[in-house]
């Protein structure tokens, strides 16, 4: 996967809960993505970070937050998880925007109760 | 909305047969990719084709691209089982300077 590791892979968690899930990538890649994949809906960015402490919001961001205060790591966080929430989330990185090829993580798949 | 919208949604054949997946777009480009997911991974890039070229090949893909008429089209030949996969089309949306992805289009290859 590119030098792309997310941690939990999978997960189970409570409605009202908070949820951090990392990403952590090996190539020095400038910008990171979190995004989210649901049926009917394909792919939506929830945050993007154009380097460390520089991130912005995305289409579907409420409810989430993220940091980045090294270049390897991207988090995300769900403050109070909601059901709306479950989904499947992949951190995507890349060097450069127009030109460059994204490279995808392996995804976490959040389930929320 | 999504900038790249993939035709047809779903797409069943034989094995051997090949395989024609096109994508939609609406605003101007500098490139366009195509990528793959495998059921329980992530995306996968196939190959990108920039704003200046109509038709690339990579292996047994063929990407073409026809600017006037905003659309691309993926062409596997003489598919495999392996090929089953969704494949999603993306193009960069410089106003919102990020990637955008198409719907996808569920490709299954029948043995």
């Known amino acids: 996967d590119a030098g792309i590791t997310q941690s939990p892979r999978h997960k189970v968690t409570e409605t009202g809960t908070p949820v951090t899930l990392r990403c952590h990538q090996t190539?020095?890649?400038?910008?990171m993505y979190w995004y989210r994949q649901d049926p009917g809906h394909g792919l939506r960015l929830i945050h993007y970070?154009?380097?460390?402490?520089?991130?912005d919001k995305g289409e579907v961001s409420d409810g989430y937050s993220v940091s980045r205060s090294k270049t390897e790591d991207f988090l995300l966080t769900l403050e109070s998880a909601t059901s709306s929430q479950t989904s499947v989330y992949f951190c995507?990185?890349?060097?450069?925007?127009?030109?460059?090829?994204?490279?995808f993580g392996a995804g976490t798949r959040l389930s929320v109760l | 909305s999504q900038q790249g919208e993939e035709d047809p949604q779903a797409l069943s054949i034989q094995e051997g047969e090949n395989a024609t997946m096109n994508c939609s777009y609406k605003t101007s480009i500098n490139n366009l990719q195509w990528y793959r997911q495998n059921s329980g991974r992530g995306l996968v890039h196939l190959i990108l084709i920039r704003s200046n070229e109509r038709e690339k090949h990579s292996g047994r893909l063929r990407v073409t691209l026809d600017t006037s008429k905003k659309s691309s089209s993926l062409l596997i030949t003489a598919s495999r089982a392996a090929d089953t996969a969704s494949y999603f089309c993306?193009?960069?949306?410089?106003?919102?300077?990020?990637?955008?992805f198409g719907q996808g289009t569920r490709l299954t290859i029948n043995p």
């Open positions: 993306a193009t960069f949306n410089q106003g919102a300077q990020k990637l955008v």
């Open positions: 190539e020095n890649h400038r910008y």
């Open positions: 995507v990185c890349t060097w450069a925007l127009a030109k460059n090829i994204q490279y």
């Open positions: 970070s154009y380097g460390v402490k520089d991130t």
